[in-house]
């Protein structure tokens, strides 16, 4: 009889295991903030996401010739770039009862930070290089003024943005900043917090939209999201295992890689502005 993988043992034919982003890795930003658009593996590949820039229409009197107007049939390539992450680890260390689980749990904190750290800050790649260019590096973003003492330069920015047909639906902020923010003052002299009392735990809010706090995010900044102007290539979390990378040490070694990628469409409506004193 033939040698095969059914008739093989586990250890001659190591499995891989993916799982779905949205529930492997739900709290990462690029599943909050985006609209996924497709998947491809592979530097090279790209998602073409075809969009349209509106026409003018215009109010004609009755009977009168109406001038034509054509739509601009556009398209957004979406670069991707792989996450991974290896670790080693004795047969007897990866034996233990409570080790799997605890190694996955950071294994998924490592790929989320990264994640949220290229998907905000990433510089725009170099010649050479391939890859996505992080939210607050993307060219045409529209510039708000600087939060001080007050919340309306981002009723300003909000205002802006929905002039440009933005449909704003969340606000990006560092812990510190949603500190700042968090200590204005409801008025001169009063030591009444304009957001709140902070005694009580609940979702954070500014202006109906949710807050997303991450420590990914740029000191002393803030940006604000339209969801459908980010749009995004998502594949599986991989995880495959192997005792005979390490054959030699008697150990284990887990490999964990998450390929995505991103674009903006309309960049004028996402907005950013600064909170306190630039860093």
């Known amino acids: 009889m033939a040698i095969n993988t059914p008739n093989a043992a586990a250890a001659w034919r190591p499995d891989e295991y993916a799982f779905a982003p949205a529930d492997a890795v739900p709290e990462a930003l690029i599943n909050q903030l985006s609209t996924v658009a ?6 090279a590949p790209v998602v ?3 969009y349209v820039d509106d026409a003018s229409a215009t109010s ?9 107007s054509d739509p601009t049939l556009a398209e957004l390539l979406i670069p991707t770039r792989k996450i991974a992450l290896l670790t080693q680890l004795s047969n007897e260390m990866f034996s233990q009862d409570r080790t799997p689980d605890m190694i996955s749990t950071s294994v998924a904190r490592a790929i989320v930070r990264k994640s949220n750290e290229d998907f905000l800050t990433a510089p725009a790649p170099t ?10 590096n993307t060219a045409g973003i529209t510039t708000g003024t600087a939060v001080t003492d007050n919340l309306d330069p ?3 920015l909000l205002a802006a943005l929905e002039e440009l047909d933005g449909i704003p639906t969340a606000i990006v902020l560092g812990p510190d900043s949603w500190a700042y923010l968090s200590k204005i003052k409801a008025g001169t002299g009063s030591a009444q917090p304009l957001l709140g009392s902070g005694v009580e735990a609940g979702e954070r809010r500014l202006f109906g939209l949710p807050v997303v706090v991450t420590n990914a995010m740029t000191p002393n900044t803030g940006l604000i999201v339209d969801t459908t102007a980010v749009l995004s290539s998502v594949g599986q979390v991989k995880v495959a295992s192997s005792d005979h990378a390490a054959f030699t040490s008697d150990s284990v070694v887990l490999r964990s890689t998450w390929r995505t990628g991103w674009g903006v469409v309309h960049p004028e409506r996402l907005g950013t502005f600064t909170v306190g004193t630039a860093a």
């Open 38 to 43: 497709g998947t491809v593996e592979g530097d």
């Open 48 to 50: 073409r996401v075809a």
């Open 60 to 68: 004609v009197p009755e009977g009168a010739v109406i001038e034509e």
């Open 127 to 136: 010649a050479g290089e391939s890859g996505p260019t992080g939210i607050l």
């Open 154 to 156: 981002i009723t300003d």
